[in-house]
C-alpha cells in the first residue's frame, strides 16, 4: 500500500477513535472513490458508517453499509470482514445474511470457527430477544431462536445434539 494512502487510511481511523464519525466517513467515501480496489478502504467506509449510522444525524444507510462490507469482501475475502459484516447484519435483523457471513468466516479461518460460531450464537440471540421482547417470553415463540442459537453452541464444541443430550 502506497505511503500516502497508509497516511490517508490512519487519519481516518484516528478521526473514527476520536469520535469524529462525520470527518473519519468523509475521509473513508472519499479514499474509495480515489482507491476503488483496496479492500481496506471499503472496509473502514463500513466500519465507520456502521459506528456513525444513528449517531449525531449521520446519514448513512444500512444499504450504503453492507455495500461497503460487500465490496471489502469481494476484493479480499478476508475473515475479519466477514465476521464484522455477520454482526453488522445481526444488528440490523439481517439474521440470514449474519448467518452465512459467520460461516463463510470460520471456513477461511478454521482455527477460529469455534470462536466465529458461538460469537453468532451469542449476538444472534440476544438481538432477537431485545428486538422480539414480549413474543420470546412464550416458550413456543423461542423455541427456533434458542435452536438456532444451540445449534450454532453445537457446532463451536463439536457435538452433535445426542451427545449434548447425554452430557446434560
Do not use: H, T
Not at 49 to 59: D, H, Y
Not at 78 to 89: E, R, S, T, V
Not at 92 to 117: G, M
Amino acid at each position: 500500500m502506497a505511503e500516502d494512502l497508509e497516511k490517508k487510511l490512519s487519519a481516518g481511523m484516528k478521526a473514527m477513535d476520536e469520535g469524529d464519525f462525520k470527518k473519519a466517513y468523509s475521509l473513508f467515501k472519499k479514499l474509495c472513490v480515489e482507491n476503488p480496489e483496496v479492500a481496506d478502504c471499503w472496509y473502514y467506509k463500513a466500519e465507520c458508517g456502521n459506528m456513525a449510522s444513528g449517531m449525531f444525524g449521520a446519514k448513512v444507510s444500512n444499504e450504503e453499509i453492507m455495500e461497503a462490507y460487500n465490496k471489502a469482501i469481494e476484493l479480499d475475502g478476508n475473515c475479519d470482514y466477514y465476521q464484522a459484516y455477520g454482526l453488522f447484519c445481526i444488528s440490523i435483523n439481517k439474521y440470514d445474511e449474519a448467518e452465512k457471513a459467520y460461516c463463510e468466516a470460520a471456513e477461511i479461518d478454521e482455527s477460529r470457527a469455534a470462536s466465529l460460531y458461538s460469537e453468532f450464537a451469542v449476538e444472534y440471540f440476544n438481538n432477537v430477544m431485545a428486538s422480539y421482547g414480549e413474543i420470546m417470553e412464550d416458550p413456543k415463540a423461542r423455541a427456533p431462536y434458542i435452536k438456532k442459537a444451540l445449534d450454532y453452541f453445537l457446532k463451536a464444541l463439536e457435538i452433535d445434539p445426542a451427545e449434548a443430550k447425554v452430557l446434560l
